[in-house]
Structure formats: structure tokens, C-alpha cells
């Protein structure tokens, strides 16, 4: 059983040592641990002081990609190097890592396909009131979107199963934590939450730069997320309002209508046939909207099928 501990690094020269010395050196269920850095486009000396501290597997990726583009790069090369688990930490040692055994146990004892480490938000000294309180809340939101009992979803404290590593697939450019959520649950795979401590704060966030412009991406992120995964049940919700609008306006016309008084509310016939024609559109909307999905759905299937086959390929090649 092999483990690759994968850490998305940019110009983290300062404190990628405080992070490499804390990770474990063995678990136990585990046979082999590795550690994967990815350089997202460091100026610093982020990849000299990885290779001077004794980590053998860097990925650099040239330029600045972002987070999500990090973490996906990070994942298909953990597959590569034939990770059974895939744990993914911040290069700022926010999480504790002597945690990392237990965020490994669920997999391990088949009880899980993704473990998503909980932060104590409430005790978190750096956190201001308001970012605490915003945490909960999205995390709340998250819970209700998903349908899943994840308590802290920004948490990029994660393991993942080679399984569920396979079926993930990030279309978001900023951050990859509330997607990977909503997606795992959508394929169908289990998911997990654990408490965990974290570490003082060595640098402030880098991922946004403030937290009401991190809400409105976290909120448009859902949102089409929902709309991707949850296609059918995104726009018959939204056409039945419509539907419903236009019947409660139509029949308040035809109330008039009976009672001889129709010619004085024309304009409520109108806008009621305006609804109820886009609401039967939204509805049509609804249904190619969910053929789309299961094509998607078998071309991910086929995706995953294709990326097994050549990483057992590799593999044998290897051997």
C-alpha cells in the first residue's frame, strides 16, 4: 500500500521546510510513503530548497496555473507513481500532520473513498469572527447543496482513495475543494469527515484576496456545479417557477374572464402565456439537459477505464 503525499507549493521557501518536517515517516497499513511537490510557477527558491531537503518527486508546472490546476497536476502524477491513497496538504504547515495517519484510516479500512480533515474553525486564533462565521456557513450551504455531512468543505486537508483519484475531474481555474465535493457525490462515492488541529499561522492566504470576493466565486462555483451534476432537478426547478407564476396569472384572468370583466385584464393573459411558454421551454431545457449528463457520465467512465489501463500499462513496463 502506497501513499504519496502530494503538496501544491508557490514561494513557499520559507515554510516548505516546517511542512516537509512534520509529515510522517511511516503509518501504520502503510508499506511506502512518498513525498510529491508541485512548483505552481515558484520565483523563490521553493524547488532548490525541496530537492535540498531530500524530496525525489518535483512537478513543475512553468508557469503560475492556480491551486485547482496544481492539485489536479499533483493527482494525476500520484496515479503515476502508483498511489494506492493520495493525501493532499497546504505548503504553509496550517494542518497538523500527525493527523495525516488518521485521515488515512477510513481508506484503509474500506469505510470511505474520500477523508476531508475538519479544522476547529471556532478556535482558530488568526481566523477574524467574521471569517469564522463565513467558514460555517458555506460549510452549511455546502452540506445542503451536496447532500453530504462534510463539516469544514474549504478544508484542503484531503485523502482520496486511487478509486475516487481516477474520477475526479476540477473544470474550476480557482479552487477545487467545493467541486470535488459535489462531484464525489454525484459518482457515487463515499465521503468522510474527521477533526483535525491545525498549526499557527505562518502566512496569510494566498487563495483570495479578500473573503467577500472568495464567497461570490464559492457561490458561482455551487452554482454551476449544481447545474453540471444536478441538471434535471436545476432547471425543472427553475421552469416550474414559470409554470406556476403563469397558471396563478392565468387563472386569476380567467376568474375575471368569467365574471365579464376579461377586456380590462388583457395584459394578465398576456404575461401569463409568456410564463407558461417559458416555463414549458425551461422544462424542455431540463430534459436534453439531462441526456447531456448521462453522455457525460459514460464519457467519464470511459475516461476513467482509459487512465487505469495506462497506468497499469506503466506500470508493467516498469516492473
Known amino acids: 500500500m502506497k501513499l504519496v503525499i502530494q503538496i501544491p507549493c508557490l514561494n513557499e521557501e520559507k515554510s516548505l521546510p516546517v ?23 515558484s520565483t523563490d527558491k521553493t524547488v532548490e530548497t525541496a530537492r535540498n531537503l531530500g524530496v525525489k518527486e518535483i512537478l513543475s508546472l512553468g508557469t503560475n496555473k492556480g491551486l485547482a490546476k496544481a492539485f489536479v497536476a499533483g493527482i494525476n502524477k500520484a496515479l503515476d507513481m502508483g498511489a494506492d491513497i493520495i493525501v493532499n496538504t497546504d505548503a504553509d504547515n496550517q494542518y497538523d500532520a500527525s493527523y495525516i495517519a488518521e485521515l488515512v ?27 469564522k462565521f463565513l467558514q460555517k456557513l458555506g460549510s452549511f450551504v455546502m452540506r445542503f447543496v451536496s447532500k453530504t455531512d462534510v463539516k469544514d468543505a474549504p478544508s484542503g486537508f484531503r485523502a482520496f482513495s486511487r478509486n475516487a483519484a481516477l474520477q475526479l475531474n476540477v473544470f474550476d481555474n480557482y479552487t477545487y475543494t467545493l467541486e470535488t465535493i459535489i462531484q464525489a457525490k454525484a459518482k457515487g462515492l463515499v465521503i468522510e469527515s474527521i477533526e483535525v488541529g ?42 416550474s417557477l414559470f409554470l406556476f407564476s403563469g ?44 441526456l447531456i449528463s448521462i453522455n457525460r457520465k459514460l464519457i467519464e467512465d470511459v475516461q476513467r477505464m482509459v487512465k487505469s489501463a495506462g497506468l497499469k500499462k506503466n506500470s508493467d513496463v516498469i516492473k
Request: proline fraction near 4%; charge should be positive; aromatic fraction near 12%.
Open 19 to 41: 511542512t516537509l518536517k512534520d509529515l510522517p515517516e511511516h503509518i501504520d497499513g502503510i508499506d511506502e510513503i512518498e513525498i510529491l511537490v508541485i512548483d505552481d510557477g
Open 105 to 131: 484510516k477510513p481508506i484503509l479500512e474500506k469505510k470511505a473513498d474520500i477523508v476531508i480533515g475538519a479544522r476547529p474553525v471556532s478556535k482558530i486564533k488568526h481566523f477574524s469572527v467574521l471569517k
Open 198 to 239: 491545525v498549526n499557527p499561522e505562518l502566512r496569510k492566504s494566498r487563495l483570495f484576496t479578500n473573503m467577500f470576493h472568495y464567497i461570490r466565486r464559492s457561490i458561482f462555483t455551487m452554482l454551476r456545479m449544481f447545474i453540471i451534476y444536478r441538471p434535471f432537478r436545476f432547471f425543472i426547478l427553475f421552469g
Open 247 to 290: 397558471l396563478i396569472i392565468g387563472a386569476r384572468f380567467l376568474y375575471f374572464y368569467l365574471n365579464g370583466n376579461g377586456q380590462g385584464h388583457i395584459q394578465s393573459l398576456i404575461l401569463a402565456s409568456i410564463l407558461l411558454i417559458t416555463g414549458v421551454q425551461v422544462v424542455l431545457i431540463a430534459v436534453l439537459s439531462e
